[in-house]
């Protein structure tokens, strides 16, 4: 049976609860993620935020701010004031079977890996359309 650790995306990019929303922000434009696991400097999981999360915590673009005091506003935000902390995450052994269904169950967009509790990857929808589209390819070859 396949394992998580075959499937999940590592290295993981990742922040501090001290880093600011505009961190967050810029590394999810920059990277094209949609989720960040927070860690402690010893890389120990303690959070997840989201691209929702970040939109949520975004003033409306109907309040006609200028970027820059867009940035001012996110810089000051600090990421532990809108992570979540509640998040089910999956040991590198976890069946990937098992994972699925814990994300289409719970409409999660991914689970962290931890190991011991400290962060060592990241399963997404992506890694598993990435899985679907592997295995449909290996099907189409044996016709």
Known sequence: MLKIKELMSTPVFSLKESDSLYSA?????LQRIRHIPIVTVDNIFTGLVTHRDILSAT?????????DT???IDSGIPIREIMRTDIATVEEDTLVR????????HKY????????GELVGIITEADFLR???NLMEALDEQK
């Open 131 to 133: 899985l679907t589209i």
């Open 109 to 116: 967009g991914c689970l962290p890996v931890v190991h011991e």
């Open 59 to 67: 003033i409306s673009q109907l309040a006609e701010l200028d970027p």
């Open 25 to 29: 922000r810029s590394l999810m434009d």
């Open 98 to 105: 098992e994972a699925a269904q814990t994300l289409l169950n």
């Open 70 to 72: 867009q940035r001012e």
